[in-house]
């Protein structure tokens, strides 16, 4: 299996609060993203990173920002959370991106309520 | 932009019996499609992934195919066990793009 930790893996947490989840990984993939998995939406591409401080947003980025200091670590902050932001979250990471032939690899999720 | 889709949503079959999951995607001109499972609570994890230039994959009982012309791969597992039972999602990259998924096909292994 990847090397792919997800921390906190359960979290509840009140309207309004800021929440930072972190994703860490010990494969050195230069790529990383974030996903969100909800009933009837599918996976959906939140934030993702090409390297070391090089992000870029995803389809559903509103609400969320992301940070990447080192290579193994990957942080997605919901600056005021929103029950809407109730949530399976899943980090995944990849050596090629869009443009090779390597596959992603899953952390095994973070399950966030928002109340 | 490309869309993914998975039909069917659910599927029950009893143990022993050959399968097939289908994916399907709009837009053909995909550099490579991935197959992955998922068990309940658990993250995703990849089966199998197939490059444009492929027609197909195999790893131990399962083998995915694709063809591009028609927008569709297929995953076929040979003498399902109920192990198998999980939800199994296709995702597939365009060229420089991000991997846009299918929502899934959950499938029940029948003892």
């Known amino acids: 299996d990847a090397g792919i930790t997800q921390s906190p893996r359960h979290k509840v947490t009140e309207t309004g609060t800021p929440v930072t989840l972190r994703c860490h990984q010990t494969?050195?993939?230069?790529?990383m993203y974030w996903y969100r998995q909800d009933p009837g939406h599918g996976l959906r591409l939140i934030h993702y990173?090409?390297?070391?401080?090089?992000?870029d947003k995803g389809e559903v980025s509103d609400g969320y920002s992301v940070s990447r200091s080192k290579t193994e670590d990957f942080l997605l902050t919901l600056e005021s959370a929103t029950s809407s932001q109730t949530s399976v979250y899943f980090c995944?990471?990849?050596?090629?991106?869009?443009?090779?032939?390597?596959?992603?690899?899953f952390g095994d999720g973070t399950r966030l309520s928002i109340l | 932009k490309q869309e993914v889709t998975q039909i069917p949503a659910a599927l029950s079959v009893p143990e022993g019996e050959n399968l097939v999951l289908n994916c399907s995607f709009t837009?053909?001109?995909?550099?490579?499609l991935q197959w992955f499972r998922q068990d309940p609570g658990k993250g995703l994890t990849s089966l199998l992934l197939?490059?444009?230039?492929?027609r197909e994959q195999t790893s131990g009982r399962l083998n995915a195919s694709l063809d591009k012309s028609s927008g569709r791969s297929t995953l076929y597992i040979a003498a399902s066990q109920p192990g198998d039972s999980a939800t199994y999602l296709c995702?597939?990259?365009?060229?420089?793009?991000?991997?846009?998924f299918g929502p899934g096909t959950r499938l029940s292994v029948l003892p």
């Open positions: 995944a990471i990849s050596e090629s991106g869009g443009t090779g032939d390597k596959p992603q690899h």
């Open positions: 494969e050195n993939h230069r790529y």
């Open positions: 990173s090409y390297g070391v401080k090089d992000t």
């Open positions: 837009d053909s001109a995909i550099y490579n």
């Open positions: 197939i490059q444009s230039s492929q």
């Open positions: 995702a597939a990259l365009n060229y420089g793009q991000n991997f846009v």
